[in-house]
C-alpha cells in the first residue's frame, strides 16, 4: 500500500466526519435556515468550517506517535455523538458529560442496540480501520513543520474568509442561534470534556464547605418521634399523573389517600447528575454547580449534624456525592434486595425498614432513591402485572416505536410508582401511633417522550422544553403530624421547584439554623 502524507490523512478524516457524523447539526440549520437560492453557499460554508476545524485540531496535535490515534479515537467518539444525537436528539454539553461519567455500566447497556453496533461497523470501525493500516510517509522534522504551519495558516485563512463571505448569515447564526452550535460534531463534545476537566482539575483541592453547624432541633416535651420517608424520583414527568389531570388514571391508589399533590413543581435541572445534588443543596438553581454541590454539605447533613438519623438506600445508579457522609445501603443488586427478577425492584428497598426504624428511638428520615422511569427501557422498570397500557415499546430504541408504544410503557412505570408510593405510606400508618409520620416524593426530572422529537433527558435548561423539567411531587402526613394540612393544600398549586425542599426539610424537623430560610419552607408559607 503505497505510502500517503498525514496532510491527506486528516483531510479524509475531517471530511469522513463532516459527511457522516454530522447529519443531525444540518438537519437542524436547515430548520433554522431552510435551503434556498439565497442561502445555498451559506449552507455549504457551515460544512466547510467544520472541516476546517477539525482539520486544525488534528494538524496541532499530530505527530509521528500521536496522529493515528488521535484519527482512531474522535472517528469512534463521533460516531458514538452522532447515533444518539439522531436516535434521542441530545446534545453533549457540559452537563451531559457530567451525566455520562456518573452513568453506571448497567445503565449503559440498556442503551446499546443491534443496529448501534452495525452502524458503527461500517461508519466508524471500517474508516479506523483504514487510518490504521495506511501506511504514513516519514518526513523530516523540519519538514513537517513546516508543512504544518502552512496548512494551519491556510485553513485559518479559508474560515475568516468564509466567515466574511457570509458575514449576514453568520450574525445571526452566532448572535441568535447560539443552540445549532451544540449540535456540531465532535468539536462541541471535546469542547465540554475540556471544560469539564478543567473545572475538575480547578476545584480539586477546594475544602469542603460544612454549613448549619449551628442546627439544633426545637421539640416540645411530649413531642413525638418523627419518622420521614423522602422517596426520589426517577424521570416522572408531572403531567404524565393524573393527579395533575392527565387523561389516563396513573395514580389510582393514590388519588384514594389524604395526600398533598404539588402540581407545579420544577426541577433544578434536566439530569440526575445535577438534580439530586442540586436539590438537596443549600444553593438555589442559578447559583449551583457541580463542584459547589460536592465540596458543601447537603440538607441531610446539616440534619444528621441536628441529631437527625439519616438513611440513604439506593435503587438508582448511586446517591451522585449527596450520602457520601451518611449511611447508604446499596439496592441495585440481590446482596440487600430481596425482589431482583432481572432488575431489581423499587418495592425492595422497603424491606428491612422495620428493623431500621426500631433499633433507635431518634428522629430519622430515610431517603428511597427509586430506578421509577430510568430510560429508555421503560417497559423495564415494572412487573408485568403493571402493564395496564398495551402495546409497549419494548426495546431501547425509541426511533423505532411509536410515540403511542413508548409512553404506554412509560405510563405502566408511573403507575408501578403509584403502587411504590402507596405502600411506602401503609408502611408509614403502621407507625402513627407513637410517631409522627410523612413521606415527600419528589421527582429528580422530567422526560421527554417523542414530543417534538426529542426523547429522554438532559437538554441544557435553557433550551430544555417544559417536560424535562415539570416533575411529580406529593407529600403524605399521618394524621396526628403537626401541621395545618389544610392551609399547605391551599397553596399546593403554586409554582415550587427543588429550590424550596432545603429549608422544607430543616422546617418539617423543627430544625432551627441560620441556613434556614422560612420563605422557602413549603409547609410554613
Known amino acids: 500500500m503505497k505510502a500517503i502524507t498525514n496532510t491527506f490523512i486528516i483531510i479524509f478524516t475531517s471530511i469522513f ?52 490515534p488521535i484519527l482512531i479515537s474522535t472517528l469512534v467518539l463521533s460516531y458514538f455523538i452522532h447515533y444518539f444525537m439522531q436516535a434521542y436528539n441530545i446534545v453533549v454539553d457540559k452537563t451531559m458529560i457530567e451525566n455520562i461519567l456518573q452513568t453506571d455500566i448497567k ?44 496548512f494551519i495558516s491556510i485553513h485559518l485563512l479559508l474560515i475568516l474568509l468564509t466567515l466574511f463571505t457570509f458575514s449576514k448569515f453568520y450574525t445571526s447564526f452566532f448572535r441568535e442561534h447560539k443552540i445549532l452550535r451544540l449540535y456540531v460534531n465532535p468539536i462541541t463534545a471535546i469542547y465540554s470534556l475540556t471544560s469539564y476537566t478543567y473545572s475538575q482539575l480547578k476545584d480539586v483541592n477546594i475544602p469542603m464547605q460544612k454549613i448549619g453547624l449551628d442546627a439544633k432541633q426545637i421539640k416540645t416535651k411530649n413531642e413525638k418521634r418523627k419518622i420521614i420517608i423522602m422517596v426520589v424520583g426517577e424521570a416522572a414527568r408531572g403531567d404524565h399523573f393524573s393527579l395533575n389531570g392527565y387523561n389516563r388514571e396513573t395514580n389510582p391508589l393514590l388519588k384514594k389517600e389524604d395526600i398533598i399533590n404539588f402540581q407545579n413543581m420544577y426541577s433544578c435541572g434536566t439530569t440526575t447528575a445535577v438534580s439530586v445534588p442540586c436539590m438537596f443543596s443549600v444553593y438555589d438553581r442559578d447559583e449551583y454547580s457541580s463542584n459547589k454541590g460536592y465540596n458543601t454539605h447537603s440538607v441531610l447533613d446539616v440534619l444528621s449534624h441536628a441529631g437527625v438519623e439519616v438513611l440513604w438506600r439506593d435503587n438508582n445508579s448511586n446517591s451522585k456525592g449527596v450520602a457520601v457522609r451518611l449511611t447508604y445501603e446499596n439496592y441495585k443488586t440481590s446482596t440487600l434486595n430481596t425482589m431482583c427478577e432481572g432488575e431489581c425492584r423499587d418495592m ?53 416505536c411509536s410515540v403511542e408504544e413508548i409512553k404506554n410503557a412509560y405510563d405502566n412505570a408511573i403507575l408501578y410508582t403509584d403502587y411504590f408510593l402507596v405502600q411506602t405510606i401503609d408502611f408509614l400508618k403502621k407507625y402513627e401511633e407513637s410517631a409522627d409520620t410523612a413521606m415527600i416524593y419528589m ?20 433550551m430544555a422544553p417544559k417536560h424535562q423539567k415539570h416533575v411529580g411531587a406529593i ?51
Not at 409554582?495 to 423543627?510: A, C, M
Open 348 to 400: 425492595g428497598m422497603l424491606v428491612g425498614l422495620k428493623q431500621k426504624i426500631e433499633q433507635s428511638t431518634k428522629d430519622i428520615i430515610i431517603v428511597l432513591h427509586q430506578m421509577g422511569n430510568h430510560g429508555p427501557a421503560y417497559y423495564k422498570r415494572y412487573p408485568k402485572s403493571f402493564e395496564k397500557f398495551t402495546p409497549v415499546c419494548e426495546t431501547s430504541q425509541l426511533e423505532k
Open 443 to 462: 421527582s429528580d426530572h422530567g422526560e421527554s417522550l417523542g414530543d417534538n422529537g426529542l426523547y429522554l433527558h438532559g437538554l441544557p435548561y435553557f
Open 17 to 68: 466526519i463532516v459527511i457522516f457524523h454530522n447529519s443531525t447539526f444540518f438537519e437542524h440549520v436547515l430548520q433554522v435556515y431552510p435551503l434556498s437560492s439565497d442561502n445555498i453557499g451559506f449552507f455549504f460554508s457551515t460544512a466547510f468550517i467544520i472541516y476546517a476545524l477539525l482539520a486544525i485540531l488534528f494538524a496541532l496535535f499530530s505527530s509521528k506517535y500521536t496522529l493515528k
Open 107 to 150: 445503565e449503559g447497556m440498556d442503551l446499546m442496540s443491534v443496529d448501534l453496533f452495525i452502524d458503527f461497523f461500517f461508519i466508524a470501525f471500517l474508516p479506523a480501520l483504514i487510518v490504521y493500516k495506511i501506511p504514513l510517509k516519514q518526513r523530516r522534522f523540519k519538514t513537517e513543520f513546516w508543512s504544518k504551519i502552512k
Open 475 to 525: 407529600m403524605w402526613f399521618g394524621k396526628d403530624f403537626p401541621l395545618d394540612t389544610g392551609k399547605i393544600k391551599s397553596k399546593a398549586n403554586n409554582q415550587y421547584s427543588h429550590d424550596n425542599l432545603f429549608s422544607t426539610l430543616l422546617g418539617v424537623f423543627n430544625v432551627q439554623a441560620k441556613v434556614y430560610e422560612k420563605e422557602m419552607d413549603i409547609l410554613t408559607q
